[in-house]
């Protein structure tokens, strides 16, 4: 199971500036509360990612196995929480498992990122998933009329085995596209939002196109729910007691959160947790509408490259940052250091050491000079690479962002500052029932001299 170092969280006689312990019990009220409120949130069904472990995924499967042998590669077409969960599980575990299956994932709208894909893939084996839970995603639905195109000419006849769809079970263009093409659809439960919805149809289905083991996904998810499901004991509860000390730390001005990886492979899933932390708690108005203007700032580093660029701020700079650091304790593929200067002290003292030692080893001294420097960090261990772990990680953020979102008293499942830039963009472009955003902007534009 996944090791939750905290220590350098607390203070010490390391760290005496860090949050003092007696906190964890200051607060131990307003932890009560925020489980209570959890608890009656998942009774009236509005967490609904808490119950994907228990899901049913055979129409996932079955599809699966009903594919054709030949599509070796899938293109996930979709943005947001319609992909960064499925970049992330397929980043981790391509090199671990080996998998002989490819997976792109087109998240924006640069032309020339498409271009790349294309070029990249063989249009005869590959299979294209559009995710949207709302149906009408600009960003998605220009690369669904771009990507629909494109087989519909180049194979009229079997087009329909070529794309796939997961949105609403009932709104929205994709869902009625669904019903007048027959493509084959997946469903976005209605009570996951997109960033909490990695462990639904949204990530599994590419996930087990790519010979991810689903199941072990949703036993390791499981398994964190279970161990943060009480709070007998915060301590034994590394969601609630991670969620309770960011808090405690944005409120005595850490503004940024940075998620350190030391791991190439676990660097697509720091940037799912940037979403999921930034999209959830960064909120300008409280439960009762008042202006509180909250959220910690994530920001994802990759150990051990990023000592290089960006450990010497962190250390130094200004004391606005939690770190917590990634690491894993065996991986699929190592090697040996040769020993190829015996004479020369530069080079000899790192023959016969496994590069992942040295990887751990950087990691422990970042550690070390952070805690020199008083600056707190946590460490989590993935004791390997895979399925089980990688739930339990998914599970245990989607938990601690609920849970600090009920400290911080906002709503962390909504997120009124994107659906902004959404409806700018339709009024932009000009779709119909956005004219009143359209004059908004032109006037915008007139007073900023662009027009
Ligand atoms: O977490 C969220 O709700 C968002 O990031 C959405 O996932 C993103 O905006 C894409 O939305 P949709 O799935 O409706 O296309």
Request: hydrophobic residues 35%.
């Amino acid at each position: 199971m996944l090791t939750f170092e905290y220590r350098n969280l607390l203070q010490s006689e390391l760290i005496p500036t860090a949050i003092p312990e007696s906190y964890i019990h200051n607060y131990s009220h307003a932890c009560k509360q925020a489980n209570e409120e959890i608890k009656s949130d998942r009774q009236a069904g509005i967490l609904g990612f808490y119950d994907l472990p228990d899901q049913d995924t055979s129409h996932i499967l079955n599809f699966i196995e009903s594919l054709d042998p030949k599509y070796n590669t899938m293109v996930v077409l979709g943005i947001g929480g319609s992909a960064l969960g499925n970049k992330a599980l397929y980043s981790a575990l391509k090199t671990e498992h080996n998998l002989d299956k490819k997976l792109f994932v087109y998240d924006n709208v640069d032309p020339v990122f498409l271009f790349e894909i294309l070029d990249q893939i063989n249009l005869d084996t590959t299979i294209f998933n559009v995710i949207s839970k709302s149906g009408t995603t600009a960003e998605t639905m220009a690369a669904y009329l771009i990507i629909a195109d494109l087989i519909k000419k180049r194979y009229p006849r079997d087009y329909k085995n070529r794309l796939i769809i997961t949105t609403d079970k009932e709104k929205g263009f994709l869902r009625k596209l669904c019903e007048k093409e027959h493509y084959p659809s997946f469903v976005v439960p209605d009570n996951v939002g997109g960033r909490f919805s990695v462990l639904s149809d949204v990530g599994l289905v590419s996930s087990a196109f790519t010979n991810i083991n689903i199941q072990k996904l949703l036993q390791g998810a499981a398994s964190m729910r279970d161990r943060c499901a009480d709070l007998t004991n915060i301590y034994d509860n590394p969601a609630y007691l991670n969620g309770l000390l960011h808090y405690l730390y944005f409120r005595e001005g850490k503004n940024i959160t940075v998620m350190m990886p030391y791991s190439n492979a676990l660097y697509d899933l720091a940037d799912w947790y940037r979403q999921l932390w930034a999209e959830s708690l960064g909120k300008r108005y409280d439960l009762k509408r008042r202006e509180i203007l909250v959220g910690q700032t994530p920001v994802k580093a990759l150990g051990a490259t990023d000592q290089h660029s960006q450990i010497q701020l962190y250390t130094e700079g200004p004391y606005d940052k939690v770190i917590t650091f990634l690491s894993v304790l065996n991986f699929q593929y190592d090697y040996t250091i040769p020993n190829l200067h015996p004479e020369s002290e530069d080079v000899s003292y790192l023959g016969g050491h496994k590069l992942s030692e040295l990887l751990n080893a950087e990691r422990l001294a970042t550690e070390i000079a952070l805690t020199k420097a008083k600056r707190p960090n946590a460490n989590i261990i993935f004791p390997q690479i895979d399925e089980f772990h990688l739930g339990e990680f998914i599970m245990m953020y989607e938990i601690q962002t609920v849970f600090t979102g009920k400290l911080l008293n906002i709503n962390p499942l909504d997120q009124p500052g994107v659906e902004a830039g959404k409806k700018a963009t339709y009024a932009l472009m000009g779709k119909p029932g956005y004219e009143k955003e359209r004059e908004e902007i032109e006037q915008y534009l007139q007073k900023s001299g662009k027009k």
